[in-house]
DNA sequence: CGTGAAATTAGTTGACC
DNA sequence: GGTCAACTAATTTCACG
C-alpha cells in the first residue's frame, strides 16, 4: 500500500523513495547526493539516478532560489480577482499574454467562480502598485471589473506539493 | 502570545551585479559560479561573494527544487477566500497556525478587503478538495465563510521577484 | 574587484553483487 | 537496488595585483 499511483492526467507514477526525495528537495536542493542520501535513508547512487529521472520526467520543474520580495525592495504584494467583459476565447487567451509578459505578475490562475482569473503581484510600495493597476488594468478594455486584496500577511508561503 | 509579523523588515541594498545575479538564481541555482559569472558579466570569485552575501543576508530564503503538482499526482489547485468570524487577534492567530501546519496549504496571505485570507490549496482531486473543505474549513468555527476559486489554468506560476 | 593555483568536496560513470 | 573505485568537475580558500 506504499505505492499510490495517482491519475491526474500526466501524473508519472511515484514510489514511497521518490515522495521522500522531492520532500526534501522541495526544502533544500543543494544537498550532496550523500547528505540526500542519509536524509531519505537510501543511497547515493538511487538519488542520483531517480533525481535524474524526476528531472527528465518534468515532475521536477526547475531548480530555483526563492527570494525575499521584502528583502529585495519589493514590500507590496496583493491579490487580485479579475472578471473579463466576455468569456470568449481570443479575449482570455490576449489576457494570459499579457500577464505572462507583465514582470509584476509573479502568479496569474484562470479560475471558476467568482472571478475568472487571481493574480498575484509583488511591487515595492502602493504608487507601484497603483501604476500597475492603471497601466495594465484600468487600461485593458477586456476587464470588466477588478478587486484587489493587499497582503498584511505572508502566513505561509511553501511553493511546494505536499506529497 | 500574538505571533510577529513578518513584512516591514528592511530592504537590503542591492547594486545591479546583486540583481542580475539574483535574477539567474531564480531561475537556475544549479549553475556553477563559472557559469554565473559568464552569465552576469563578472568574475567567479566576487559571484561566490555575492551569492553568499545574500543568503546571508536573507535576500535568498532558501533554494529548493520546484515540482509540478500535476506530475506529482495533485491535479487540482484552489484559491480560497476565508472570511473569519470575527477580526479578534487570538482567533486570527489560531487560524494562522491552522494554515501553517495543512500540509495541503501552500500558500495563505492574511489580506485586507474582500476576504481576511487568501489560501493556496493543492490536493489529488476534487474528492480531495471537498475532505479538505470539510475537515479544515466547514469544521472551523472561527470561519464566517469561504469562497472556492477552482484552477482551470496556471497561466503562470514563478514564484520570483522581479528585480 | 579580479586572477590564478592548490586543496577539498561533489558529481559522474561503469563494473559488479 | 546497493557498493566501490576512478575520473571529472565544482567549490573553497588563499595569496596577490
Avoid at 550532496?32 to 538511487?46: H, K, T
Avoid at 529521472?53 to 521584502?70: C, K, Q, T, W, Y
Avoid at 468569456?87 to 484562470?110: G, H, I, S, T
Amino acid at each position: 500500500m506504499t505505492e499510490t499511483p495517482r491519475n491526474g492526467r500526466n501524473a508519472v507514477p511515484l514510489d514511497e523513495l521518490d515522495r521522500r526525495i522531492l520532500a526534501v528537495l522541495q526544502q533544500d536542493n543543494r544537498l550532496s547526493f550523500a547528505e540526500l542520501a542519509e536524509r531519505v535513508a537510501s543511497s547515493a547512487a538511487s538519488c542520483v539516478r531517480r533525481v535524474r529521472r524526476l528531472r527528465e520526467e518534468g515532475v521536477i520543474l526547475a531548480d530555483i532560489a526563492l527570494v525575499d520580495p521584502g528583502r529585495a525592495g519589493k514590500s507590496l504584494t496583493a491579490v487580485v480577482n479579475i472578471e473579463l467583459e466576455a468569456e470568449r476565447l481570443d479575449l482570455v487567451d490576449a489576457f494570459k499574454r499579457e500577464m505572462r509578459a507583465a514582470p509584476e505578475v509573479n502568479q496569474c490562475y484562470m479560475v471558476t467562480g467568482d472571478a475568472d482569473f487571481v493574480v498575484m503581484v509583488t511591487v515595492e510600495d502602493i504608487a507601484a502598485f497603483e501604476a500597475f493597476t492603471r497601466d495594465r488594468l484600468y487600461a485593458n478594455p477586456n476587464i470588466r471589473k477588478f478587486r484587489s486584496m493587499i497582503m498584511l500577511d505572508r502566513v505561509k508561503f511553501e511553493p511546494r506539493v505536499a506529497i
